[in-house]
């Protein structure tokens, strides 16, 4: 066997023991958005934008695009932990083809936390964050819709 292939070995052995307990603290919902996180990206001139950080440091940032009052894209990035990606993804998916009012009711992080089949204790204010920034990027929308001179123009 050479190098290269012990290296993989090893690090395959080593994210099969990772995930192994991490299955242990959190849902397969969680888990899976860790691992296969969706609507991560960021959007160019988006329709509403939020950035919040929360007490752990961690950072999201979520970017909406509105089609006929309703969230056509919504999308993520962050700096924080696998359970902030988690949350974030799923703050996304709650919120895509909504309408602004729908979203604005549907996402809290109790929703969130709920959606993921829970979280452990150390993790809910991650659900918060997500939450928050999601509001964030909605007043953002709302703020854009009462001042539309600051927002900047697509070429045509």
């Known amino acids: 066997m ?10 395959q052995a080593l994210q099969e023991q990772i995930l192994a307990q991490a299955r242990l603290e959190y849902s397969e919902a969680v888990i899976e958005r860790w691992i296969n996180p969706r609507n991560m990206g ?4 988006p329709d509403g934008y939020g950035k919040v950080t929360g007490i752990c440091g961690d950072t999201i940032e979520i970017f909406l695009r509105m089609r006929d009052d309703i969230i056509a894209e919504a ?6 932990c696998g359970a902030t990606v988690s949350c974030a993804t799923m703050a996304t998916e709650l919120v ?3 309408t602004f ?7 809290s992080a109790d929703e969130i936390i709920k959606r993921l ?9 991650c659900a918060q964050l997500a939450s928050e ?15 539309p001179w600051k927002k900047p123009y697509r070429k045509t």
């Open 2 to 11: 050479s190098e290269h292939e012990d290296l993989e070995k090893f690090a």
């Open 42 to 45: 960021t959007l160019e001139n």
């Open 75 to 80: 999308t993520w990035i962050t700096d924080g």
């Open 96 to 98: 895509k083809g909504k």
């Open 101 to 107: 009012t729908q979203a604005l009711a549907a996402v």
């Open 117 to 125: 089949g829970g979280l452990p204790e150390a993790h809910l204010h």
């Open 133 to 147: 920034s999601l509001r964030s990027a909605l007043a953002d929308f709302l703020h854009q819709q009462k001042s």
